[in-house]
């Protein structure tokens, strides 16, 4: 027997979904954006909650996770790669794996690009794709942690999944998405009528019109890399790691040090910014690419480290303030970061002091 679902909406523009199996009774919300929503879809349907599957970690997904939970004992299953950020969760997956729900067989499928720890739902026997954050009507999800080319590889792996398959997704962006694909693509007579004149869009069968990852005739599509940005902005190699190009130094008297100045600086995978301290207060910020780790310690102290990125409800943050003389480094957490560094008083490579080999505080996170 196919499973049910039952779809409805959550928060400002979210989706919630149950999928119940009748023989057995077992009922599971496809994340859980918020606790008086799954309650009132489950009294709506009568359905008792034995489960969450969860797509991805953020706070507009998982908020109801441990109410739920302790109400209704469900067992909450996410990505094992994500364990740590996922509230409550008692089993985990990895892409790859199959997971038996009341005897119906869900695929796991490799996702990232909107958080470097998503994953799909697929469950081809029943043709029904639980696809969060990555695929929508007329568009795909922002990518906050990955990188365009993981994003391009989850659609792609998306697009690739039959025909008929019937998608629900984690978000009411169509209208939106409508509008900008017209501008983008205004030749396409498939987005003419998408969605049209209906603000709701509770599911769609997967088609060209929900996700055309191959390229039109004349066309290629073009995946920004770490020597993309360094050519473009014209960085060099730094003596700490990584590249940099100085944007910007304050005006100062002869023999009288700058008040300010300001850096591009890019990270790319497998390229640290090794520790050291300058005579200067430094602030972070951060622009495009994977969040950024920046550790932070104060002469022998522990040290403290804050995640530089977009996804501030997942605790990230646009730019960080490392005081003179403290010791610092970093880290990309994916293909590559760039971000601005601007120091004041201005900064002079003569208050530029490298750590001595093997120096490594203790790591504290905020």
């Known amino acids: 027997m196919a499973l049910d679902v039952h779809q409805f909406p959550c928060l400002e523009d979210n989706y919630g979904v149950l999928i119940h ?65 996922i509230r409550g969760i008692d089993e985990t997956v990895e892409p790859g794996d199959t997971y038996d729900f009341a005897g119906h067989t ?52 998306l697009a690739a999944l039959p025909p008929g398959t019937r998608v629900y997704c984690g978000h009411e962006y169509t209208l939106a998405n409508g509008r900008y694909a017209l501008h983008a693509d205004p030749d396409n007579a498939h987005h003419h009528c998408a969605g049209a004149g209906d603000q709701s869009v509770p599911a769609r069968r997967l088609s060209r019109t929900f996700c055309r990852t191959a390229p039109r005739q004349g066309q290629f599509p073009r995946m920004i890399s770490a020597s993309d940005v360094i050519a473009w902005l014209n960085l ?13 130094r304050a005006e100062a008297r002869p023999g009288e040090r700058a008040a300010g100045t300001a850096i591009y600086y890019l990270l790319a995978a497998g390229e640290k910014s090794r520790w050291h301290r300058i005579d200067a207060d430094e602030v972070w910020h951060f622009y495009a690419g994977a969040p950024l780790t920046l550790m932070v310690a104060a002469g022998g102290e522990e040290a403290v480290t804050h995640v530089l990125g977009t996804d501030l409800a997942g605790g990230e943050v646009p730019q960080a303030v490392v005081p003179a003389g403290h010791w610092q480094a970093a880290e990309s957490t994916g293909a590559w970061t760039l971000v601005g560094c601007t120091v004041s008083p201005g900064f002079e490579f003569s208050g530029f002091e490298m750590a001595p080999p093997g120096f490594q505080p203790k790591s504290s996170a905020t």
């Open 21 to 85: 199996d009748e023989a057995t009774g077992a009922t599971a919300s496809i994340d859980a954006p918020d606790t008086a929503c799954v309650e009132k879809a489950l009294a709506d349907t009568g359905w008792k909650l034995t489960h969450i599957l969860v797509t991805h970690h953020h706070a507009d997904h998982t908020d109801g996770n441990l109410p739920l939970k302790q109400k209704w004992g469900c067992r909450i299953i996410g990505n094992k790669a994500d364990a740590a950020r």
């Open 106 to 157: 869900a695929h796991i499928i490799d996702t990232p690009g909107h958080t470097v720890g998503h994953i799909a739902w697929h469950f081809a026997d029943d043709g029904l794709l639980f696809a969060g954050d990555t695929l929508f009507a007329l568009g795909c999800g922002r990518v906050f942690e990955g990188t365009m080319d993981e994003m391009w590889g989850a659609l792609s792996r």
């Open 236 to 248: 060099q190699p730094h003596p700490e790691g990584g590249h940099f190009r100085e944007t910007w």
